[in-house]
């Protein structure tokens, strides 16, 4: 089974602290993905990412970089946290290389509850 | 511009009912059509992933149909459990996309009552 694990359940931070949130997967995915979550939003991309080193801008990247060093890994970092950042952070992954299907599930951690005090 | 609706937002049944969430999206230009379930505070699962030339997939009690021209997707729950109790969401992959990104819907909130 894939795994895809987030560094953290739960993270308190105060406004104007970099944060780093990390997801690490364990099958080998090209494409990686950054998501938050909120009441009454639904889903937004903020980042995703198909290769080391390359990343692409989702829906709301406002506020936030991401580092991709290791193909395993795709950081999320929030360089000055503000209070509108208290979220919901899901990281998922995807095979995408020419040995997979086309059609393939994403798969996601089990998320980062982040407060911004 | 892809939408993706997902009506009721919440819905509470007696265990033992059998159940329909529904999906519409508003471009049948679809790779396929995924349904997550999602337990709370937790991340998504993935259940079911019908691809655009199918018409419908199965997972043990679940059913989920595709019907594209009308931009309808349906996820069947049988003989429903208090366990089943979770918010169910369905995403789309667009035709045009190469990076494998999705376009969710909002969720339906399921209650199953003992």
Not at chain 1, 53 to 72: A, F
Not at chain 2, 15 to 29: H, I, R, Y
Not at chain 2, 68 to 96: F, M, N
Request: proline share 4%; aromatic share 8%.
């Amino acid at each position: 089974d894939v795994k895809v694990t987030q560094s953290s359940r739960y993270l308190v931070k105060r406004t104007g602290e970099k944060v780093f949130l990390e997801c690490v997967q364990d099958m080998d995915h090209e494409n990686m993905f950054w998501y938050r979550q909120d009441p009454g939003l639904g889903l937004r991309l903020i980042y995703f990412s198909y290769d080391v080193k390359m990343k692409e801008k989702g829906d709301i990247p406002e506020g936030y970089s991401v580092s991709r060093e290791k193909k395993e890994r795709f950081s999320l970092i929030l360089e000055s946290a503000s209070t509108n950042q208290t979220s919901m952070y899901l990281c998922a992954s995807v095979r995408t290389g020419r040995m997979a299907r086309s059609n393939q599930p994403q798969h996601f951690g089990d998320g980062t509850r982040l407060s911004i005090l | 511009k892809q939408e993706v609706t997902q009506i009721p937002a919440a819905l509470s049944v007696p265990e033992g009912e059998n159940l329909v969430l529904n999906c519409s999206f508003t471009d049948s230009a679809i790779y396929n059509l995924q349904w997550f379930r999602q337990d709370p505070g937790k991340g998504l699962t993935s259940l079911l992933l019908i691809q655009s030339s199918q018409r419908e997939q199965t997972s043990g009690r679940l059913n989920a149909s595709l019907d594209k021209s009308s931009g309808r997707s349906t996820l069947y729950i049988a003989a429903s459990q208090p366990g089943d109790s979770a918010t169910y969401l369905c995403a789309v992959r667009p035709l045009e996309d190469s990076n494998y990104q999705l376009i969710w819907g909002a969720g339906t909130k399921l209650i199953i009552k003992p």
